[in-house]
């Protein structure tokens, strides 16, 4: 099955700097890559996605960015402010209309994200 | 529209008790999953449903149990409950649709304590 890592598992960077995050997966057959942000005592929400067929996506100050050869994709955060701390996940999933993954997700490990005023 | 709502939000049970947690949609998702929360391993799949009266396991299915008897409502249930199984459980749910994406949409968690 899937395997997903993420790294790393916290961060802390000032307000006004940049964050990454990385993970990579295992399944070539994965074809969509979501982040997802979890406040305190909150489920987690989608932030942004990636098929498969694009290399970067860009949302205002979230970008995604995506390697199929090396199975691996990044969220980036640029001008962080202190309400982006959160827990953040990556996963990986299959979406193709003839399998068999029902929109399953495999999520990495999390990280932690601290952004200091 | 009240999305995806989890019953109880917190429960403290011991160890060989049984329970049941009530996940609830109102966007007549067809999908629907179980997810476990721990420290340091992200979301793990327990069970999903892709449809009224259908169930499949995921990950971690030992010691869970799952029904979907309405398409709206998706339970989780532990019959004999184990320190093992402490955790924050998470129900999601997500469109059939190939169309659109594949987006889940979680509910606010449930904590469970097993001592």
């Known amino acids: 099955g899937e395997n997903v890592e993420q790294h790393p598992s916290t961060l802390s960077v000032q307000e006004g700097d940049s964050a990454v995050i990385k993970c990579t997966y295992s399944d070539s057959a994965s074809n969509y890559f979501p982040w997802y942000k979890q406040e305190l005592g909150k489920g987690p929400q989608l932030i942004i996605d990636?098929?498969?067929?694009?290399g970067e996506k860009k949302d205002q100050r979230i970008a995604v960015t995506l390697n199929k050869t090396a199975k691996h994709f990044s969220l980036h955060i640029t001008e962080t402010q202190p309400e982006d701390s959160a827990v953040y996940f990556c996963a990986a999933g299959d979406l193709n209309a003839g399998g068999t993954s029902y929109g399953k997700l495999t999520f990495g490990q999390g990280t932690i994200l601290t952004v200091h005023p | 529209n009240a999305g995806v709502t989890q019953t109880p939000k917190f429960r403290v049970l011991k160890t060989g008790q049984s329970m049941t947690l009530l996940c609830a949609q109102d966007m007549n998702h067809e999908y629907m999953y179980w997810y476990r929360q721990d420290p340091g391993m992200g979301l793990r799949l327990i069970h999903y449903s892709v449809g009224e009266g259908t169930t499949a396991k995921g990950e971690v299915p030992d010691g869970y149990n799952v029904s979907r008897l309405k398409k709206q409502n998706f339970l989780l249930g532990l019959e004999s409950a184990a320190p093992s199984q402490t955790s924050v459980y998470f129900c999601a749910s997500r469109t059939s649709g190939r169309a659109v994406g594949g987006e889940q949409y979680f509910g606010p968690g449930t904590r469970l304590t097993v001592t």
């Open positions: 990636i098929r498969s067929n694009v």
